[in-house]
């Protein structure tokens, strides 16, 4: 019994060796892993410092570009206004426009006979002046036929030999 005590007790140290071996090779895939991921780690911690600074210029950007817009809307503001303004005054330039129509069609109105009598002595004028600027180009062009005969010479009297050798 002895011997088998031993060969227990050998057995044992042989299974613990075994067990040493695999969980030593155990370990050293685990410590090549962790190395893996720290070297990871340190990638991902260099890529977040450089994200951490765009994003930080970003954000001032960011601040910057809303401050500009601030800046801008409160004189759009200034412009809307003015507009404003200008849109009542306009109103107000339209109704008083609208109160001298209505009054002038009012006095129309009450002086339509007039109207009609002054359009009707212009247009006889007119055809009066018309008349008297074509009597006076009919003149004009008959002074200057008339200078125009003057100025022509006078032809010679044909004598009774020229006239029968035509």
């Given at each position: 019994?002895?011997?088998?005590?031993?060969?227990?007790v050998?057995?044992?140290?042989?299974?613990?060796?075994?067990?040493?071996?695999y969980?030593?090779?155990?370990?050293?895939a685990l410590?090549?892993?962790?190395?893996?991921?720290?070297?990871?780690?340190?990638?991902?911690?260099?890529?977040?410092?450089?994200?951490?600074?765009?994003?930080t210029?970003?954000?001032?950007?960011?601040?910057?570009?809303?401050?500009?817009?601030?800046?801008?809307?409160?004189?759009?503001?200034?412009?809307?206004?003015?507009v404003?303004?200008?849109?009542?005054?306009?109103q107000?330039?339209?109704?008083?426009i609208?109160?001298?129509?209505d009054?002038?069609?009012i006095?129309?109105n009450?002086?339509?006979p007039?109207?009609?009598?002054?359009?009707?002595w212009?247009?006889?004028?007119?055809?009066?002046?018309?008349?008297?600027k074509?009597?006076k180009?009919?003149?004009?062009?008959?002074?200057?036929?008339e200078?125009?005969?003057?100025?022509?010479?006078v032809?010679?009297?044909?004598?009774?030999?020229?006239?029968?050798?035509?």
């Amino acid at each position: 019994m002895e011997i088998i005590l031993y060969l227990s007790v050998a057995l044992i140290a042989i299974a613990f060796m075994v067990l040493v071996v695999y969980l030593s090779k155990t370990l050293k895939a685990l410590q090549a892993t962790m190395e893996s991921l720290s070297g990871t780690l340190d990638g991902l911690e260099t890529q977040m410092q450089g994200i951490t600074t765009e994003t930080t210029l970003l954000l001032h950007k960011t601040n910057a570009l809303a401050e500009d817009i601030q800046v801008k809307s409160e004189s759009l503001n200034t412009v809307v206004e003015a507009v404003k303004g200008v849109g009542g005054s306009i109103q107000k330039v339209n109704h008083t426009i609208d109160q001298v129509t209505d009054r002038v069609q009012i006095a129309a109105n009450d002086y339509n006979p007039k109207i009609a009598q002054a359009v009707q002595w212009g247009n006889v004028c007119i055809e009066l002046f018309n008349k008297w600027k074509a009597k006076k180009a009919e003149r004009e062009a008959e002074q200057q036929v008339e200078e125009l005969q003057d100025s022509l010479p006078v032809p010679a009297p044909e004598t009774r030999y020229q006239r029968s050798h035509s």
